[in-house]
């Protein structure tokens, strides 16, 4: 089986000239350099010799391909990955990762396993995959499975490159090269999500609610809000406020916990719903709220269970419940403290997926006066200003 992507759904800002650049140079090199001048000692020299490493070879080698597959393989990947890297790092800043990526890649196959002289750009362009790993693990990926049939399906970057990255790192623990250099491969993974992750930290990279620090930080706080669900505290509302027994309502005026009091079939399912919640389970959860919503088609759910459920939503990929499931929290549950933070959210699951770009910049300016954060204002106001510029604004 080989699994090859073709395309993401990352939406680009601008244009990524210093990728296409880097697809022409290593096309480049090898149709008029290399093909021109095969096998000679012109052209041998210019690859990396491990037992006489040089700094030019280092850098003139990633440029440089064994054969029309293997270029092509390094340039698909490229191009499905490389752009929106560059997008993100902007012209200079990719170029310098770009070239960085394949000196670490370089570095770990002459100290790791380095015997045989090696070419290609696969350690570079495993900095910049290691690079979108990090910055956009969300991000749908499409990849044609050949397995006798072309099978094409869909899956997360996040699971499709730490698998490539494992896969690498296996390989290069076998000390068995085999004609590809998978210690090269891993030094550029380890460099392009250490550096990607380190930039992200600093604050040189633009933050992302979905990059993958803000996803490890997302989990590490819904693993404190479990804990201190199951001590039978609301965090919503502070640890001197004892949670309301499941299934009890709130009377009409004194909280906005809970909408009114349902019929038996959908008082049923709320309470499935809030069962499976309390259990941790929001995928369950989840499909029970669409489906109450199918059955009441004004129904919400109590606060926390809401807003649990449309977060279990968006991480899901399924936008437009997800996008539906936070505009009923707002209708219903508008003096929330963080009422900024749904708002962004919002503003980006329609701006960067639904492509309706009025209902984002209704949101993202609405958020940017009622964030608390000022990472999280500075990231609507980029944002907005995206959306501003698609509407020719």
Known sequence: MLPIPIRTDRRQERRPWVNYALILANVFVFVVLQKTHSDTPEVRRYLLHPDNPQVLTCFTSMFMHAGGWHLLGNMLFLWVFGNAVNDSFGHLGYLAFYLAGGLAAAIAYIVVSGTAPVL????????????????????????????????????????????????????????????????????????????????????????????????????????????MAAGGYDPFSGPSRLRRPRGQWAEPGTSPEAPAEPDSREAGLRGRISELHRRGDFGLAARGYLELIQLAPGAVLPLTEQLDVANYLMSAEQRAAAADAYERFLAHYGTYQYVGDIKLMLGLIYGRYLRQDDRAETYLAQAMSELLDESKRELARTELEKVRRRMGR
């Open 120 to 227: 290609g750009a696969s350690g570079a362009i495993s900095a910049v995959t290691g690079a979108f790993l990090v910055l956009f693990p969300r991000v749908r990926v499409t990849v044609l499975l050949i397995f006798f049939y072309i099978i094409p399906f869909e899956i997360s970057s996040l699971v499709f490159l730490a698998m490539q990255f494992a896969w690498n790192v296996f390989q290069t623990l076998q000390a068995g090269e085999g004609g590809v250099a998978y210690a090269a491969h891993s030094g550029g993974y380890v460099f392009g999500i250490g550096a990607a992750a380190a930039l992200l930290a600093v604050g040189l990279l633009p933050r992302d609610v979905y990059d993958l620090l803000s996803l490890v930080r997302t989990w590490r706080r819904r693993q404190g809000y479990r804990r």
